[in-house]
């Protein structure tokens, strides 16, 4: 399972090959998060501090969701390029912002090898998808080299404990866990010291958030969605969901916790 975290053939040809996934995992969090505020609010409030006409590159856009949600924040003079290796998650950025009738630019890239000269962009944006890159420190050197003199990497992630009730659901079900299972290679926790290999300041911040659930149907799509699900059987999901369906029915909720948050990096 660990190697499908950064395989770049099973990510863009099976996990991200559309949109359905990461839709089901979206979905959960906009319905029973805690926080009031928003993820994607809570990222703009940061990027907003950006100087005008500023060139902005997103590795990783997925369905652009941030940038739909955020539309009404973004300063006209900005000049964006969504960027992704998968052609359908391009696909639904471009549907899910084409009617925003905003200049949003659409390029397939490749975080480790990017197509654009020394010092281009103001901003790189890396928002929850380090962890799936090969080659880390070949993509934040890529960074760093189309980053301007006082440019800024934007970098999100979860820490350790994020959704550990959930970890915990699948490593008791999954009767036969690859190694390293759950494993990822670029949380709260390691980030920093990846990052300050390559950037002299590197800054970060915790995102207060947790999920309190009420429908069973959102959580077990949200498990069928994740990478570590994929060797869990049906009738492995069905006790689970069998185990949900008591536990709402008793407490009224599911409750889960969330550890999220964003390294802000300067040359």
């Not at 490593?171 to 920093?192: D, L, Q, V």
């Not at 300041?201 to 069973?216: I, W």
């Not at 077990?220 to 969605?225: G, K, T, V």
Request: charge should be negative; include cysteine.
């Amino acid at each position: 399972m660990q190697k499908r975290f950064t395989d770049q053939n099973y990510l863009t040809k099976d996990q991200y090959k559309d949109s359905s996934n990461l839709d089901a995992r979206i979905v959960i969090h906009q319905k029973f998060s805690t926080n009031p505020q928003g993820w994607f609010n809570w990222i703009f409030d940061e990027l907003v501090k950006l100087p005008a006409k500023a060139k902005i590159l997103e590795l990783g856009c997925g369905t652009g969701e941030m940038w739909k949600q955020c539309v009404d924040r973004i300063p006209a003079d900005w000049n964006i390029t969504l960027s992704d290796l998968s052609d359908g998650m391009l696909d639904s950025a471009w549907r899910n912002l084409v009617v925003t009738g905003r200049g949003f630019k659409f390029e397939k890239m490749d975080a480790q090898s990017i197509p654009y000269a020394d010092g281009t962009f103001d901003a790189v944006i890396a928002n929850h998808m380090l962890y799936h890159v090969p080659d880390r420190k070949l993509a934040l050197t890529e960074i760093r080299r189309v980053l301007k003199t006082d440019g800024v990497l934007f970098a999100s992630t979860v820490g350790e404990n994020h959704m550990k009730e959930m970890y915990g659901w699948l490593k008791r079900i999954n009767t036969n866990p690859g190694g390293g299972m759950f494993t990822n290679p670029f949380t709260m926790e390691s980030g920093a010291d990846q990052l300050r290999g390559l950037f002299s300041n590197v800054t970060q911040a915790r995102y207060e958030d947790n999920l309190r659930v009420t429908e069973v149907e959102r959580l077990i799509a949200y498990i069928r969605s994740s990478i570590g699900a994929v060797d869990i059987s049906e009738d492995e999901l069905g006790k689970l969901q069998g185990e949900f369906t008591a536990t709402l029915s008793t407490t009224g909720e599911i409750f889960i916790s969330k550890d999220s948050g964003l390294f802000i990096a300067r040359n």
